[in-house]
T-cell receptor, first 112, second 113 residues
Framework: DTGVSQDPRHKITKRGQNVTFRCDPI?????LYWYRQTLGQGPEFLTY????????KSRLLSDRFSAERPKGSFSTLEIQRTEQGDSAMYLC??????????FGPGTRLTVL | SQQGEEDPQALSIQEGENATMNCSYK?????LQWYRQNSGRGLVHLIL?????REKHSGRLRVTLDTSKKSSSLLITASRAADTASYFC?????????????FGTGTRLKVLA
């Protein structure tokens, strides 16, 4: 499968715990994006990378969230000290330049 | 708040009819993309239209862009039950040297067999 993959697909955690998600983009894509989506809403932009550089980070993203793309390939999104309000679907997408974004299946986070 | 606002929020039509969804946005854009999302599933890219384009087609899909009105429409012709999904527009615009990406609130389309 040469599409965008995300791992894990589901994560249940207790409030206060740290969680980390991984995204593997389409190999030839130089841009990678993270979004968050809650039920009935459109995806909300979190951050994006061009190669290994993080170019934009949403002001809505608290300091508990951090993302990396160390070698310009896969990316990780970490949420520290999770809160119930962090429960959502976390979506990753990739593109070549400012072109079509292709999305992965998402990681559904439930914070108890 | 999100830049893109889709209209209507929900649409219910009979199979075979055409469905039109509209998207309005606030700032000048680089491009606008339309996506489909089936319940509980990932987003599927449909069409990208650039700011210097006015219309694009893909199969039964037709997208128009009016930059003077800051709006776009997605037309699905001869709808099928399988078209039942949520449809989102997403804009890309350059701001202070980096790109901003904003999704709309979505239109929930239901096609009745």
């Amino acid at each position: 499968d040469t599409g965008v993959s995300q791992d894990p697909r589901h994560k249940i955690t207790k409030r206060g715990q740290n969680v980390t998600f991984r995204c593997d983009p389409i190999s030839e894509h130089n841009r990678l994006y993270w979004y968050r989506q809650t039920l009935g809403q459109g995806p909300e932009f979190l951050t994006y990378f061009q190669n290994e550089a993080q170019l934009e980070k949403s002001r809505l993203l608290s300091d508990r969230f951090s993302a990396e793309r160390p070698k310009g390939s896969f990316s990780t999104l970490e949420i520290q000290r999770t809160e119930q309000g962090d429960s959502a679907m976390y979506l990753c997408a990739s593109s070549f330049g400012d072109n079509e974004q292709f999305f992965g299946p998402g990681t559904r986070l439930t914070v108890l | 708040s999100q830049q893109g606002e889709e209209d209507p929020q929900a649409l219910s039509i009979q199979e075979g009819e055409n469905a039109t969804m509209n998207c309005s946005y606030k700032t000048s854009i680089n491009n606008l993309q339309w996506y489909r999302q089936n319940s509980g599933r990932g987003l599927v890219h449909l069409i990208l239209i650039r700011s210097n384009e006015r219309e694009k087609h893909s199969g039964r899909l037709r997208v128009t862009l009016d930059t003077s009105k800051k709006s776009s429409s997605l037309l699905i012709t001869a709808s099928r039950a399988a078209d039942t999904a949520s449809y989102f527009c997403a804009t890309s615009h350059l701001d202070s040297g980096t790109y901003k990406y904003i999704f709309g609130t979505g239109t929930r389309l239901k096609v009745l067999a």
